[in-house]
Structure formats: structure tokens, C-alpha cells
């Protein structure tokens, strides 16, 4: 089965009304299978080349929230990995699990601490930027090394993307600036 997906997986992008034709079968084989090397297979077939699909995206979200539940750091970040994926295309879709992408900071597991910092920097809008920069800015003072090193970038990097049009309050933003300035031990201070 897993051989048959990857086959139909690498077909996909190339073959667009293939994509309709597989979605029942995938979707059948996503809400059926107890394994999780074929649910994962389905769920990077989707992501791949079927993300015109949008039941079917749906679906590999909701099995994606189970990836990125689990207590396996390997489970995790193929999960979170595969979210990204979905990040250009389907925004909204894995901004519903903000809240368990962001529990992901906290692991013990740099790799899975790095993947979702990717994600949350994806999912910042106009809207959610002072709020994820504070609990980012939370998540620095209890990190160390790279980790805080790369909380400090992806700040600098959300506030100045697309010269700095997510700032609504830039007195704000000079405030963070000051505080990242006395962040200690990182290449960005």
C-alpha cells in the first residue's frame, strides 16, 4: 500500500485529475488504517501534489494535529514537517492548531523546537503578531543557546517582513527592540 501511495504521490503534481480520482480512495485508507506509516504516506501524497482537493486537505490536517500530538519526537516533526508543507496553500487550515504548535516549543528536542518556530513565524499575520511575539519573547527567557538564538531571528525577522507592514504600534516594536537588546548570548543582540 505504502509503495502504491508514493507512486500515486509522485504522479499527482504532474497529473491534475488524478487528484480527484484518488481522493475518495486516500480518504477511505486515511480514516481506516491503524498504521501510521501508511496514514503518514497518504497524509505527504496529499500534501505533495493534492492540496486542490479540500476535503482531503482537511482530513490530513486533522490527522496531521494527531502527528504533532504525539508523544514520539520522531511522529512530531514528520508531522510538523508536513504542516509546512500545507503552510503556503492552506493557511488557515494549520493555523487551528496555533495552540499545539506552539506547545511544541516547549520539547526537549531542538529539531521539533525549530520546525515549529518555522510554522508559528508562517502563521503571523497583522493581527497575531503582538501576541506571538510576546509568547515568544516568554519562550527566550527560558531558552538557551541556538534555540534563543533563533527566537531572536525569527522575531526580528516576523516584525520586518515586507518592511515592517505587520507593525501597527511601533512604540511597541521599540520596546521589543530593546528588550532583544539585552538578550545575553546571542549573535542578534
Not at 497583522?126 to 509568547?135: C, Q
Not at 511597541?172 to 545575553?184: D, G, P, S, T
Request: charged content about 20%.
Amino acid at each position: 500500500t505504502i509503495k502504491l501511495v508514493k507512486i500515486f504521490g509522485a504522479l499527482a503534481p504532474l497529473e491534475p485529475r488524478l487528484g480527484k480520482k484518488l481522493a475518495e480512495p486516500l480518504a477511505h485508507i486515511m480514516t481506516t488504517t491503524g498504521a501510521k506509516s501508511v496514514l503518514f504516506e497518504c497524509i505527504r501524497c496529499v500534501v505533495g501534489g493534492m492540496t486542490h482537493v479540500p476535503g482531503l486537505v482537511q482530513l490530513a490536517v486533522e490527522k496531521l494535529a494527531d502527528f504533532v500530538g504525539e508523544s514520539d519526537p520522531n511522529l512530531r516533526f514528520l508531522g510538523l514537517q508536513a504542516l509546512q508543507g500545507l503552510l503556503a496553500e492552506h493557511p488557515k487550515a494549520v493555523a487551528y492548531h496555533r495552540a499545539t504548535i506552539f506547545a511544541c516549543l516547549e520539547a526537549g528536542d531542538p529539531s521539533i523546537q525549530l520546525a515549529a518556530l518555522t510554522l508559528v513565524a508562517g502563521l503571523v499575520t497583522r493581527r497575531s503578531l503582538m501576541e506571538t511575539v510576546v509568547r515568544l519573547m516568554e519562550h527566550m527567557r527560558r531558552a538557551e543557546g541556538t534555540l534563543r538564538d533563533e527566537l531572536v531571528a525569527s522575531v526580528l525577522a516576523m516584525c520586518s517582513r515586507e518592511r515592517y507592514a505587520l507593525i501597527t504600534d511601533f512604540a511597541w516594536y521599540v520596546a521589543v527592540l530593546a528588550e532583544l537588546a539585552r538578550v545575553r548570548g546571542t549573535r542578534h543582540g
